[in-house]
């Protein structure tokens, strides 16, 4: 199983503070989240943006995109970004064109799971080629207390089984990346917990620091 | 049943080309739509200048909200917009969220049914305040050949029961219109229609003339 990565949500309604962020971060983590928040309050710009400043580094346009796959994918790699969520609740047809287009852009695209999806789904998904998901407890889920269950391991793990790679995030913490052992982690997001604390690059380390333990490989 | 109102979605990348067709429509339409291809391309400046041009407007952020309900509704709102677009995938609590901070500015949301959902989902809605919801033929589905069918129109019947007024959307000509009359709608939704035709003014016009047909009211 590979080294899970450390993803940097950047969840600002302004580019300029969220540029300052990666400013402090963008050594510490592997990859770079233009999240759904900065790319509605700024547009495609915040991807552009991110992808002069970044050059190198694996960047991601949060835009849950519904439908229009086809036309919000090619805007989303054209602004530079090398991974696009599409939301689990899309037609199928969209989240195939939207692949489409990022195959033909040596990309990859999300499916992001909210509210109501099946294995069924999970499964039509990876028949169209799609190798990643984003298993998300939702910050608003969360500030109703809504915590990480043995359903959602359990569900996390028939994922893992089918051969999606999960992105996981929504509010974890360092404390929290044991409970993710038997799963096939592609990447831990963190927004708040690493733009908004004193020290960012000291919780980036604690990451780190747990996914070396946990998973036993080195940066 | 109020007669259904006819909404303009502009679904431009770029935001001087939207522009343009609002300027060609303003007076021909009842709602301007900033739709969700116009708002990842051009941020939330799409929407400050509709709300610019257009001050006496409905205006819709069509943004598809699936989480951090209060964080995205507050900067529709802000940026000028009546009703804002959720996520029918979107946890209830966000739902909520947007839908509280719409009432505080006198705005609506808009559930936005795309993929799984159920009648107990729109109940929950409803209970929770909601108003109206947006029954959507997908753009990805139409070109992949799903038309309106009987089923489509037995759950707009069933929405519609429950106290939810809807928008209809999805490739949807002055001749498709009859097939609606006997469900509560708030608007019909073009958009390429309306915008990518030689003449723009006559179509508006010709879903006028179906609306008052079919609901009698006049404008």
Redesign the interface.
């Known amino acids: 199983m590979n080294r899970p990565l450390l993803q940097l949500a950047l ?1 600002h ?1 302004s580019l300029n503070q969220a540029l300052q962020s990666v400013s402090a971060l963008r050594n510490h983590v592997d990859i770079i989240e233009a999240g ?2 900065l ?8 991807v552009r943006a991110l992808r002069q400043m970044c050059p190198d580094s694996i960047i991601v346009a949060d ?2 995109v ?7 994918a090619t ?1 989303a790699f054209d602004a530079g970004a090398n991974w696009m969520t599409v ?5 199928l ?2 989240v ?2 939207a692949h489409q287009v990022a195959q033909s852009r040596g990309g990859e695209i999300q499916i ?1 799971l ?5 294995l069924d ?1 999970a499964k039509a998904w990876r028949a169209a080629g799609v190798r990643q998901a984003i298993y ?1 407890r ?4 969360q ?2 207390g809504q915590s990480w269950s043995q359903q959602d391991l359990d569900r996390m793990k028939q994922l893992s089984d089918l051969g999606l790679e999960l992105s996981i995030t929504g509010g974890i913490t360092p404390q929290d990346l044991a409970l993710f052992k038997d799963i096939s982690v592609r990447a831990f997001i963190a927004g708040r917990a690493l733009s908004e604390v004193e020290h960012p690059k000291e919780v980036a380390q604690a990451f780190h620091q747990q996914i070396d333990e946990i998973w036993g490989a080195s940066r």
Chains 1, 2 share one sequence.
Do not use: M, V, Y
């Open positions: 969840d309604t759904t928040i790319c509605i309050s700024e547009g495609l710009q915040a835009l849950k519904a439908d229009a796959g086809e036309t919000l805007e939301i689990c609740a899309a037609p047809a969209t195939i064109k992001e909210f509210g109501n999806w099946t789904d998300h939702g910050r608003d889920a500030a109703s």
